[in-house]
């Protein structure tokens, strides 16, 4: 059997995993989401968006809370290859989840370059 070697490169977020033959078979980055919004203790800032990554609009995830609840964020592995996506914040408060007001928020990676 072939021996493979594997490489890792690290770099502005981006995740790069190729063998030595140079093919690639994985390219994420971390997008990082923060909103600034005082939330009471019994409420939980979720996110929702177009990627599967984002629950399809359908299944929101829930971003980590500072200890002062102001601050709220969440990592997400997002491929190289998608380009846009729209996303949006809620606000649960007792199993209650209010949609943010206006338009969706859009990513653009070439906007963002």
């Given at each position: 059997?072939?021996?493979?070697?594997?490489?890792?490169?690290?770099?502005?977020?981006?995740?790069?995993?190729?063998?030595?033959?140079?093919?690639?078979?994985?390219?994420?980055?971390?997008i990082?989401?923060?909103?600034?919004?005082?939330t009471?203790?019994?409420?939980?800032?979720?996110?929702?968006?177009?990627?599967p990554?984002?629950?399809?609009?359908s299944?929101?995830?829930?971003?980590?809370?500072?200890?002062?609840?102001?601050?709220?964020?969440?990592v997400?592995?997002?491929?190289?290859?998608?380009?846009?996506?729209?996303?949006?914040?809620?606000?649960?408060?007792?199993?209650?989840?209010?949609?943010?007001?206006?338009?969706?928020?859009?990513?653009?990676?070439?906007?963002?370059?």
């Open positions: 059997a072939k021996k493979r070697t594997f490489q890792n490169t690290f770099s502005k977020g981006t995740f790069a995993y190729s063998t030595l033959k140079r093919k690639q078979l994985q390219v994420d980055q971390e990082r989401f923060t909103l600034k919004h005082k009471s203790p019994s409420q939980r800032v979720l996110l929702a968006g177009s990627l990554q984002l629950g399809s609009w299944l929101p995830i829930s971003l980590q809370t500072s200890a002062d609840r102001e601050t709220h964020t969440i997400i592995n997002i491929p190289i290859s998608i380009e846009s996506f729209e996303y949006k914040y809620l606000i649960d408060s007792n199993h209650v989840a209010l949609w943010e007001d206006g338009p969706n928020r859009c990513f653009d990676r070439s906007a963002s370059a």
